[in-house]
Nanobody
Framework: QVQLVESGGGLVQAGGSLRLSCAAS????????VGWYRQALGKRRELVAT???????NYADSVKGRFTISRDNAKNTVYLQMNSLNPEDTAVYYC????????WGQGTQVTVSS
């Protein structure tokens, strides 16, 4: 079973940036698509960014133009560059294939203050 470990979260002011990383203990390159998900307090988990094995990108409307997903298959790592953060981006962020396949990791908390 592949373990997913997210990191890079923290507390940032509105307008700031963060870069999240997701390290997989096993290969993720065989999956067609890998994504970043987030879950705000009291809300359902939502998919915010997806990258296919061929590099095709998709974003939720709420983050389009501000977030950038990338992957390094050699390092079994997926990244999420988040710019122009706003308080609505506050959530725990997770990675997983799309659709989700592995057990969810602990995620990384992102808190954006106004």
């Amino acid at each position: 079973q592949v373990q997913l470990v997210e990191s890079g979260g923290g507390l940032v002011q509105a307008g700031g940036s963060l870069r999240l990383s997701c390290a997989a203990s096993g290969t993720i390159s065989s999956y067609n698509a890998v994504g970043w998900y987030r879950q705000a307090l009291g809300k359902r988990r939502e998919l915010v960014a997806t990258i296919s094995s061929g590099g095709r990108l998709n974003y939720a409307d709420s983050v389009k133009g501000r977030f950038t997903i990338s992957r390094d298959n050699a390092k079994n790592t997926v990244y999420l560059q988040m710019n122009s953060l706003n308080p609505e981006d506050t959530a725990v962020y997770y990675c997983n294939p799309v659709p989700p396949y592995y057990n969810w990791g602990q995620g990384t908390q992102v808190t954006v203050s106004s």
